[in-house]
């Protein structure tokens, strides 16, 4: 297999506030991406850095009495703790206030200044007549000039994703000091943007080759969408200077001008990567140059697209540096349905998550679940994370070595036998590179799918064979030796598959197993005969209720429901009083998900095939504005009315019972029972 050389980037969190669970969203996708690479035997850096100028942190800095050095400082440390907390394997975590993104910084404005790329004109600028200071376009707030949303930043409107200049803001006010700010002139610096459009049609429209011939999109078909309809609309000029007072750096030859946060914040990918490179010997030319063969892939947030798939490349390459191979953008994280929103405060911080205990194993799966190659945004269902952490990684995955190990410890010595050419083994092994493929391509959904599918069928040979009762029979040693030797190889074949996702359990699987730490390759490689393994400790607990209310308990200002009083004025009014007798005529029973897709034609539909365990049957539900992906469906418990008389909907088909779900603010959730329950079993 080819090696490829890929360098790989997290947006930078900012350096004015926690990391939540959001943040975490990004950092889990790419890490699970990283370590599979490195898995697979690629040469793979992940870099990343806390972005550190701008207003926002001046005044920070000003109000904590610090200087912003000693602050940024300080606020990388909590960050790293974080994301370390969530194990994420940076190779570097770095700063953009740095002597190397300084030099990377005024060398690629230099660039393009000779390249004709920069011009300057006065511009008239909105100023905070209190303050005695310009306004950054973020501390400038207003209605929106296309869709009038209240309360927007300067920049772009978190409603409906236009950009535009903090003077086209309607009734705008100072986020600093809430006066109304003044217009007043000032020489601004600008990227031409505008004369870049050619390259950037054929950018956003391209694609790269990889060292192993595979061709990779430079943009997902979203995002590709997103970026015509902005360069269709005329690319306007960027103004990537900022007046003093400012913390970030100055512009070469110039007084009291400072660069654009937003110029040097990607440029701090190149500065984390170079730190890197000069602490370990690699050159990092070589992978910055436009001639190198290695990648640069960058994983962002939705709302970021604008710079990194337009700015970033114009100025990559009229600078005299490659550009991405590929930015792949996710959507944001709701959590029990609610948005998250730094600035309005509804967000659990990763800090809180670890600080009551919860394994952040836990989470990497969840997300992992909920993941695949599009741009959409994911829910964290507090009640569906401890149904299917536990399900999944406890029933399923993590009891197929507790239910074998003991045996193969205390009657064969911890030996085991050779089941290299085992069926069990050899279908399991057989998975190894569409499971790849999915890691690949970013659908962890689906390789996940996949893999508990695979946990399946290891746990019903378990059923089937029952090693606690052949350990009960006289005569039945060399029948319970293989099967528990099967059932080790097959907990290791399922523990490299989840190990980008897992890598904690990962490290602590290949203790038990008496291996060095697993790669890609050791899917196909069986332990040998006589093999001794180590003794068995347990390798991950379940998720309890209690964990969860406290981590609520703690969050309790972001994601609290409204108070009693205004719920109970907005609330519907209970229905009439019904009797027993007429409650037991509706027949309620747990159905599993085996698909779940948008109806062609219809807004409001989702068509489901559900096993209520003595038939499977076709449910038509309207929840579609609910579940915009409803891929993610696939697999939950639900709730089903088996009674109700089947039904003809219009042109799209019969629906044969009825899914239950709750409305709340205009969504419809969809109820769900523990994933343990069994199909069909009777609700009341």
């Known amino acids: 297999m080819t090696q490829r050389k890929i360098l790989v980037t997290s947006a930078l969190p900012y350096a004015n506030g926690s990391i939540h669970l959001g943040h975490m969203v990004e950092h889990i996708q790419t890490d699970i991406w990283v370590r599979f690479q490195k898995m697979r035997g690629n040469q793979c850096f992940y870099v990343c850095a806390d972005d550190t100028h701008g207003t926002p942190v001046m005044l920070a800095a000003q109000k904590m009495g610090v200087a912003p050095e000693e602050m940024i400082a300080k606020v990388r440390e909590e ?16 700063s953009t206030h740095s002597p190397e993104n300084k030099a990377f910084s005024q060398g690629i404005y230099k660039a393009l200044k000779a390249n004709g790329k920069i011009t300057v004109k006065t511009i008239e600028q909105l100023f905070d007549p209190e303050k005695q200071m310009f306004l950054p376009d973020r501390f400038v707030k207003g209605e929106c000039p296309k869709c009038g949303a209240k309360d927007q930043y300067g920049d772009n409107c978190e409603s409906c994703g236009t950009t535009y200049l903090p003077t086209e803001l309607k009734n705008p006010y100072s ?19 505008s004369s870049c459009e050619d390259f950037l049609r054929e950018w956003t429209n391209g694609e790269s080759v990889l060292a192993n011939g595979k061709k990779q999109a430079h943009l997902q078909p979203e995002a590709l969408n997103k970026m015509k309809e902005w360069i269709d609309g005329g690319l306007q000029n960027w103004d990537i200077s900022r007046d003093a007072p400012y913390f970030g750096f100055e512009i070469p030859d110039t007084e009291n001008k400072y660069f654009y946060v937003w110029l040097d914040a990607p440029i701090g990918y190149f500065a984390s990567f170079k730190n890197l490179c000069d602490r370990i010997g690699i050159d990092a030319n070589e992978w910055l140059n436009p001639n190198s063969d290695a990648e640069m892939v960058h994983f962002i947030g939705k709302d970021i697209l604008y710079f990194h798939a337009l700015f970033w490349p114009a100025t990559l390459k009229f600078s005299g540096y490659r550009t991405p191979t590929a930015v792949f953008a996710h959507g944001f994280l709701t959590v029990d349905g609610h948005k998250m929103s730094k600035s309005r405060g509804t967000f659990i911080t990763a800090k809180s998550y670890l600080e009551q205990g919860l394994n952040p194993e836990w989470l990497r799966y969840y997300i992992a679940a909920k993941l695949n190659s599009k741009i959409e945004d994911i829910d964290l269902n507090l009640q569906d994370f401890i149904s299917r952490v536990n399900s999944d990684l406890i029933g399923k995955y993590i009891n197929i070595a507790a239910r074998s190990a003991g045996f193969i410890k205390k009657r064969f010595s911890g030996s085991l036998k050779n089941v290299a050419n085992h069926s069990l083994i050899a279908n399991l092994q057989a998975k190894a590179e569409e499971i790849a493929s999915f890691y690949e391509e970013r659908e962890y959904a689906r390789a996940l799918r996949e893999i508990m599918l695979l946990a399946d069928t290891v746990n019903e040979y378990t059923d089937a064979n029952k090693p606690w ?8 040693d060399e029948k319970l030796h293989e099967v528990c030797s099967v059932l080790i190889n097959a907990f290791k074949v399922l523990s490299v598959y989840l190990s980008p996702i897992l890598p904690a359990t990962s490290l602590a699987v290949a203790e038990f197993l008496n291996i060095p730490a697993l790669q890609w390759q050791n899917a196909q490689e069986t332990l040998p005969e006589n093999h001794i393994i180590n003794e068995y400790k347990h390798l991950m607990k379940r998720v309890e209720q209690m964990q969860i209310d406290k981590l609520i308990e703690a969050n309790k200002q972001s994601i609290a429901p409204a108070p009693a009083v205004a719920v109970e004025n907005n609330a519907e009014p209970v229905a009439p009083i019904c009797s027993f007798d007429d409650f037991t005529k509706v027949d309620m029973r747990v159905a599993e998900v085996l698909s779940c897709e948008k109806v062609e034609g219809s807004d409001k539909l989702l068509k489901f095939q559900v096993d209520l365990g003595f038939e499977q049957r076709t449910i038509f539900s309207g929840i579609a504005k609910s579940y915009p992906n409803p891929d993610e469906l696939v697999g ?4 089903a009315v088996a009674n109700f008389a089947p039904r003809k909907m219009a042109k799209f088909g019969v629906s044969e019972g009825m899914l239950l779900s709750a409305s709340s603010g205009g ?4 109820l769900s029972v523990d994933s343990t329950a069994q199909n069909g079993s009777k609700v009341g």
């Open 636 to 639: 939950r418990k639900v709730i």
């Open 469 to 476: 009762e052949l350990a009960k029979q006289d005569g039945a």
């Open 79 to 94: 960050h790293l703790a974080d994301f370390t907390g969530f194990l994420i394997g940076y190779d570097n975590y770095y």
């Open 667 to 670: 969504k419809l959730f969809l």
């Open 175 to 193: 986020a600093v000091s809430g006066a109304t700010p003044v217009l007043k002139s000032s020489e601004h610096y600008f990227f031409d943007l």
